[in-house]
């Protein structure tokens, strides 16, 4: 089993519906998670960061964490096509090391 | 600078050569990483500084791989004798502190050994 592990996708969308993307984790005690959308060719970009139970809301974005079922989790609402990218979840292993899934992705049907 | 600055962006280099990667952390930035990044995977860690010192290098794939930061900014990593295995693209990233904050991204440098 992964330490992080992301459905590879691709997820399909249509534009204006919401983006449901999922990330499980093994390590119990991780406390920091974070999401990067990478486009094709391009470096990993940050979206979002959360460190506690609940819902984070940033514009169209809201990551969910749920530390009891390990899943930390992505909506994006009113998917765009420039939202077309693959998202990468990453957990704390350790103070300030990341482990990374290899990333779901994502396709906004116009 | 306003971001993290890699160089070259692109290397290509005959197997058996060396080559050095630069990365221009964001300025003040604490923290710095080395990523390895095959097509379709996630980043894969190889070392992390903490201003100049190198407290983990569990992620280099082999003693061919050496990274430095000697004066707490720019950070090279080094690789001598490429193998073909090697070609990936290399991503470096800086955070503010030391304690799990979030990582910022350079563009990175693609390298293809031949």
């Known amino acids: 089993q992964k330490e992080v592990e992301q459905n590879s996708g691709p997820l399909s969308v249509p534009e204006g519906a919401i983006a449901s993307l999922n990330c499980t984790y093994s390590?119990?005690?991780?406390?920091?998670f974070f999401w990067y959308r990478q486009y094709s060719g391009k470096s990993p970009e940050l979206i979002m960061f959360?460190?506690s139970n609940g819902d984070k809301e940033d514009g169209r974005f809201t990551a969910q964490l749920n530390k009891a079922s390990q899943y930390v989790s992505l909506l994006i609402r009113d998917s765009q096509p420039s939202d077309s990218a693959t998202y990468l979840c990453a957990v704390n292993r350790s103070n300030y090391q990341l482990i990374w899934g290899a990333g779901t992705k994502l396709i906004i049907k116009p | 600078g306003a971001g993290v600055s890699q160089s070259p962006r692109y290397k290509v280099a005959k197997r058996g050569q060396d080559v050095a990667l630069r990365c221009d952390p964001i300025?003040?930035?604490?923290?710095l990483f080395w990523y390895q990044q095959a097509l379709g995977q996630g980043p894969e860690f190889l070392t992390y500084f903490q201003n100049e010192a190198q407290l983990d290098k569990s992620g280099l794939p082999s003693d061919r791989f050496f990274a430095e930061r000697p004066e707490g900014s720019v950070s090279t990593l080094k690789i001598q004798r490429t193998q073909q295995e090697d070609s990936a693209v290399y991503l470096c990233a800086s955070s503010q502190g030391t304690r799990n904050q979030p990582q910022h991204f350079g563009d990175g440098t693609r390298l293809s050994i031949l």
């Open positions: 959360i460190y």
């Open positions: 300025s003040g930035h604490v923290s």
């Open positions: 390590d119990r005690g991780s406390q920091s």
